[in-house]
């Protein structure tokens, strides 16, 4: 600790307390645009941690911030003072109650696990946001989200029946049907104060969150304080714990989309759709879809209907017959209200790729199809579901005569529309507008007597537009409620009650431009390193439990410092001089990067492409320039060139890889064991076709040449046999990955172009056997060479299952069940597909590996410091697969996938090549010479 706050408070806690620099970054914002330095971050490990920081607080005045995910949009979640951070440690479910359908959890519990420990029961929490698989309950009850299933099940706050909290003194209370009688006693005094606003404004339809729920107070509703608190946005109390409903869903769903001419056509269609009481009615347009196409990730999706806007409309049944029968009723009637053309779904998987253009909308929507850039801050009004399409219309009205244009998605079923706008928020002047066009948005939604926020909370985007929205006796009944819990104004300060101007504080305010210097061409980013950290909006997609490979690193430690977004905050903080004076030489900045794997999952994942293990290589580089590195960067960083020279004298050089002082030496952990080299590694020999068939050219990569050459052998029979005539090129040429991922930028761009330049004059497509090889010539070369040539090259990289899938070969079915671990760098930058359908075709049972990274990573695994991570990384990933996999194939391309199964599960596995090779008809007898 480097104050005295932090280091008295640590001493009255078991849970941290973190003021260091870095963790001060990357709790300064969430996912709205706003930015607020917190003095410290606690992370509380239990009900006593916050209930000591709550007293420790409110002794010295210090205000608190509740934080769960830190997915808000509206700026909720950061704060001055102290931010209490509650997903790190208290994650647990305490109890699931199957006949009374309801469950108890801690407020750090990640709605997907949730809804885990619910589905044995047939039951699940109603409420989804499509942050589901990192959002946590505590902050879903802090603004009340909602989700695309609130049509059917409701908001958080009909889900809500008793909340454990800690009051602002530090005392605790329960909050439900009946609460504390002098709390209860002073609330009802509230509420008869204010008794004919509450009725005539609050309660007016479904999604009018914005405000507190004080007509939940009411008498006819029960006076049910549980209801009343949520939605108040960490600004009443914190919550320890959480008892809410659980619903039974149906056993089979169908998916209708619908087809529209536009988004207010595809708005005025829904209220008739949401009568037929389905579960979902959510909207997105075109402009949503084409972010989608356009992302970099390879991710494919069904076709849709014709039209500018669809409708995506979601039915249940326990009987699969009714719910087909009702999806072709919803499909009709979706064409008489003005769909162009309706399509009904049953299978899962259509439906899931469906679902996955509106999930990552929020994300997706911040990067326009052209690279401009949009922003939240407007992203959440709703108005009455009647009165949608005539409020779009209205609204599309108003971003003309601003200039500027919006991406629509949202909840179209109960009038909840989320927009991101292209603002300028980078200049005074822009900022300026920004203002007066919230204040004209809140005018436009006050015409349609809607609401600001139908999920998101006010935060600290909206706070100061509900004047405008409520007349002052709701404002002070607002201030009365908030002080009947909260007098001393320590919670939340600045939201909902006496709220900081909404253009106070954004985060773009001390963004600037950083153009020169810069290893790498960040070309989508218009060669600009602030704009690349602008990418990051804080949706926070990386910090999800499970599904995919983001972000390892997280799942190992659960610290936001090592979660993509918590980095991509820190550069940003590093870069406008708000980690001190040290800039590129920042220790804090290097220690929050240094577990990053490099897997390069959150450039396919992350909905707007933040290319982390690009951007640690770009600050490595800088970090240590010419000056000492560590030594695990010459030893591993500089491998391709030893292993050039111990391929010569493979014996000696194992005899020496044995001696654990040389690991010792190179920064290698010493409970990490070196790979052995072939005793007949491959040798570079004049190219010369295999057979007459069209040109290829195979690339013998240096660790496949080093370590496995005979899959190079069987890659080069399996493409003689599928009618190429492959040549082999290397391995005297590098992709320079090592290099790239130490930051020694100047030699890797050396060794690049000279590979580059070799391999433009080869023939044919590239076909590249080690993954992270291949993505290094598709991805990296590009962005670091910035020449045509490197384009070119890159263009023609292929995966050996891209190439044979596209040939004739004859293939003896295998018919056999198997495990594949795909390597991260496959799966992020060409996908897995046309692997999975090879495999298919001869009879192989896949079972893959997507979740998380291998945890060997290249070097990464091998450093000091790295190796307990490592091995978590692969614990969470594909260690408990092949665990139980008892005798099937365990299928890797990655050189580092395969050791890390060598090493830590005790078996081999194969390359595709040595499959293929395997089950050819008539395999080739050619050996390598």
Known sequence: ????????????????????????????????????????????TDADDIAATVAFCAERGIPITARGAGTN???NAIGPGVVLDTSRHLTRVLAVDPDARSATVQPGVVLDRLQRDAAPHGLRFGPDPSTHNRCTIGGMIGTNACGSHSVAWGTTADNVRELDVVLPDGSRTRLGPEPDQDLAARLRTVRDAYLAPIRRDLGRFGRQISGYGLQHLLPERGFDVAKAFTGSEGTCAIIT?????????????????????????????????AARHPLTVEGIDHNLVRAFDNAPAPRSRPDLPRGKAWLLVELGADDPGAVAERADEVARLCRDTGAIEAHAHTDPTARQRLWQIRELGAG???????????????????????????YLADFRLL??????????????????????????????????????????????????????????????????????????????????????????????????????????????????????????????????????????????????????????????????????????????????GHLGDDGWRSEDVRDALDLCLGCKACASECPVSVDMATYKAEFLHHHYGRGPRPASHYSMGWLPLWLAGGRRVPRLTNLLLGRAALARLGGIDPRRSMPRLSARPWRSRAARPASDGAPITLWADTFTASFAPEVIADAEAVLAAAGYAPSVAGPNLCCGLTWISTGQLGIARHVLRRTVDALHQASGDIVVLEPSCAAALRHDAPNLLRIEHATSVASRV????????????????????????????????????????????????????????????????????????????????????????????????????????????????????????????????EEHS
């Open 73 to 75: 949009v509206a700026g």
């Open 399 to 576: 971003l003309a005569e601003y200039g500027r244009h919006g991406v629509v998605y949202g909840h179209f079923g109960e009038g909840c529309v989320h927009v991101r706008i292209d603002h300028d928020l980078l200049t005074r002047a822009g900022r300026a507008e920004y203002r007066r066009f919230q204040e004209d948005a809140a005018e436009l939604v006050v015409a349609h007597a809607g609401s600001l926020s139908g999920e998101h909370g006010d935060g600290r985007a909206r706070s100061e537009l509900l004047t405008r929205l409520y007349g002052r006796e709701l404002i002070d009944a607002f201030a009365a409620f908030k002080h009947t819990f909260d007098p001393g104004n320590l919670l939340n300060p600045g939201v909902l009650v006496d709220p900081d101007p909404l253009d106070d504080n954004l985060r773009l305010r001390i963004n600037r431009p950083h153009t020169v210097d810069l290893a790498f061409g960040y070309q989508d980013d218009d060669g600009d390193w602030g704009k690349a950290m602008r990418r990051c909006v804080g949706v926070g997609a990386c910090r999800k439990e499970s599904g995919g490979g983001m972000c390892p690193s997280y799942r190992a430690t659960r610290d936001e410092r090592h979660s993509t977004r918590g980095r991509a905050r820190i550069l940003f903080e590093m870069l406008d």
């Open 364 to 390: 997706l929507a911040t990067r326009t199809a052209d690279g401009g850039e949009t922003w939240p801050g407007w992203e959440d009004a709703a108005v009455p579901p009647e009165r949608l399409g005539k």
């Open 241 to 273: 714990s959480a008892t809410v409903d659980l619903v039974r869903p149906p056993r089979h769903r169908a998916l209708v989309v619908a087809g529209f001419a536009d988004d207010i056509a595809a708005a005025s269609a829904a209220p008739t759709l």
């Open 798 to 925: 292929r995966t050996l299952a891209e190439v044979i899938e596209q040939a004739s070969l004859d293939l003896a079915p295998l018919n056999e069940a198997a495990v594949a671990q795909f390597h991260c760098h496959h799966r992020a930058v060409f996908g897995t597909e046309p692997d999975r359908r090879l495999l298919g075709a001869i009879g192989v049972d896949l079972t893959s590996v997507d979740d998380g990274c291998c945890g060997l990573a290249g070097n990464f695994g091998f450093e000091n410091g790295h190796y307990d991570v490592s091995v978590s990384c692969a614990e969470q990933s594909f260690l408990p697969v092949v665990r139980e996999a008892g005798d099937r194939l365990v299928l890797a391309d990655g050189f580092s996938c395969r050791l890390q199964i060598e090493q830590l599960a005790g078996r081999p596995s194969l390359h595709l090549a040595q499959l293929l090779r395997r089950q050819l008809r008539q395999p080739s007898t």
């Open 1 to 44: 600790m480097t104050t005295p706050l932090p280091r008295d408070l640590a001493r009255r806690i078991t849970g941290d307390v973190h003021d260091d620099d870095a963790s001060r970054a990357a709790y300064a914002s969430d996912a709205s645009n706003h930015r607020v330095l917190p003095e410290c971050v606690v992370l509380p």
